[in-house]
């Protein structure tokens, strides 16, 4: 791709020699791997040592690293105002996605009484159960299961092994990675006596999960239907591998939640929220609008609109810091403490 279509397509401001917008680069790489004919970026100080010396043909970068660099410096500047999301959408256009052609594999099992759009892909050994509906341009890639009276929406793209179970909605554009599963039985019992016997009775879990549109679910997460009801996935949000999402919660638009989080039952998680990895969220709580959860925090307690807590239990960033400073000078203030004991002893 030249350089001047790169650019218009990304609204970037070129910067470099002579006959620079002529020049062509054809695909994407890290600021190490870059070589001649490649695109990298630059967003994080930490690696200008890098950036000094990539060979690639081209960096995506700000105006304010541009002004700082060396007279010399080779490489094309294409100076926008946010690199990687810049480069995120460089690298679709360099490395677009193949698509399979529309049609139903052969060894695919589709219910007479299921309906799929003529330009939607269904792959070797899938299933799709009666009454599920397969929006237009949507992929189900090869042995991905779509339960009885689930709707899918345009543009959907699951991955193989993805599950959707009976019931369950996804709105368009919606991605499940490999082995994700959307619409298993919340983790529902009620304590019960059976014959004198103390049991754990299951609840019917009867509602459904409803994912909105632009949402990707990563490889083995897992995401509950409602015991009735629904559980939620806002518009936008992104959830990473092998996340747990319990029955009824309900997660606003443009959230992020990293791997291994898991939130317990009717939490509800509002809009712009990050979690961020292996955080657990107890069941009932209420995670504000634009709030950050620090890794491996154990949320125990609300949190408010915009604020920013870690550690376990989850308290506000700076009165955990505090805290752990405090808590490092723990040793000296034991010895310090037996000393004095020591000593009065001494003069009893």
């Known amino acids: ?30 600021l190490e791997d870059a070589g001649p004919g490649a695109l990298t970026f630059y967003a994080n100080p930490r690696y200008r040592a890098r950036l000094l010396e990539t060979r690639a043909t081209a960096v995506l970068l700000d105006e304010a690293a541009a002004r700082s660099l060396p007279d010399g410096f080779e490489p094309i500047r294409l100076l926008v105002d946010n690199p990687y999301a810049a480069y995120a959408r460089a690298l679709a256009l360099l490395h677009p996605r193949v698509r399979p052609a529309p049609g139903i594999h052969p060894s695919a099992m589709v219910d007479p009484e299921a309906h799929v759009d003529p330009s939607a892909h269904v792959g070797a050994l899938a299933y799709v159960g009666p009454g599920a509906e397969i929006g237009p341009g949507t992929v189900l890639h090869p042995q991905v299961h779509v339960g009885r009276e689930v709707r899918i ?38 304590l019960d006596t059976e014959e004198g016997r103390p049991i754990h009775r299951k609840v019917p879990q009867v509602g459904i999960v409803r994912i909105e549109d632009d949402v990707e679910i990563g490889a083995g997460a897992c995401i509950d239907r409602a015991t009735t009801g629904e559980t939620v996935v806002g518009r936008g949000t992104k959830i990473d591998n092998l996340v747990q999402v319990g029955h009824n919660v309900r997660i606003g638009p443009a959230s992020i ?30 995670v504000g609008d634009g709030a950050r959860v620090g890794a491996k925090a154990g949320v ?21 810091l505090r805290a752990m400073a405090a808590l490092k000078t723990l040793p000296s203030l034991v010895k310090r403490v037996r000393r004095l004991e020591r000593e009065r002893e001494a003069r009893s």
């Open 1 to 30: 791709m030249r350089i001047a279509e790169l650019a218009g397509a990304l609204g970037a401001r070129i910067v470099g020699g002579e006959g620079a917008e002529a020049r062509e680069v054809e695909r994407a790489a890290g």
């Open 153 to 190: 929406g345009a543009e959907c793209e699951l991955y193989p092994h993805a599950v959707v179970l009976d019931g369950c909605v996804l709105g368009r554009r919606v991605v499940l990675q490999a082995g994700a599963i959307v619409g298993g039985d919340g983790f529902g019992y009620a």
């Open 257 to 286: 939640l990293c791997g291994q989080t898991g939130i317990a039952g009717s939490a509800k998680i509002g809009a712009g929220v990050v979690l961020a990895g292996q955080v657990g969220v107890v069941g009932h709580l209420t």
């Open 300 to 320: 125990h307690n609300d949190v408010a609109e915009g604020e920013t807590v870690t550690g376990y239990p989850a308290w506000p960033q700076a009165t955990w």
